[in-house]
């Protein structure tokens, strides 16, 4: 097992939507939660860590390698956010239009953003 790393360029300006890091497990003596097999994605409304087993992870690394965004969509929506389902591109936070989180009953619900091309989806939920 190897760390791997990967960035995603914008489709409207060439900036990275966000960096993603396959990470094996660690040796024990670090941070309880770097002590797993991890995907780690930066830039896009902050950072998110998927854990599980590094096989499972490595195939959804594989799909973002591969610009292939729907499949990787159908494993983690929340960490594929960046991609926009409507015209199939990848676009940085700051070309998306994100509006405020949403709440219900007091609780964060969501937050929708729209696309550079006006398509709307929840960014993060």
């Not at 991890?38 to 902050?46: Q, V």
């Given at each position: 097992m190897e760390s791997r790393h990967?960035?995603?360029p914008c489709a409207?300006?060439?900036?990275?939507?966000?960096?993603?890091?396959?990470?094996?497990?660690?040796?024990?003596?670090?941070?309880?939660?770097?002590a797993k097999d991890?995907?780690?994605?930066?830039?896009?409304?902050?950072a998110v860590i998927k854990f599980g087993d590094y096989a499972r992870l490595q195939e959804l690394?594989?799909?973002?390698?591969?610009?292939?965004?729907s499949?990787?969509?159908?494993?983690d929506v929340d960490l594929?956010?960046?991609y926009c389902d409507d015209c199939g591109k990848p676009y940085c936070e700051a070309c998306w239009n994100i509006g405020g989180?949403?709440?219900d009953e007091g609780f964060y619900d969501c937050t929708h953003g729209a696309c550079p091309l006006g398509h709307e989806q929840i960014v993060d939920d």
């Open positions: 990967l960035t995603i409207q300006c060439g900036r990275a939507t966000d960096e993603f890091a396959l990470l094996p497990d660690t040796p024990e003596g670090t941070q309880m939660w770097h991890r995907l780690e994605r930066t830039d896009f409304m902050g690394f594989d799909s973002l390698a591969r610009a292939d965004y499949a990787a969509r159908t494993v594929i956010a960046f989180p949403e709440f």
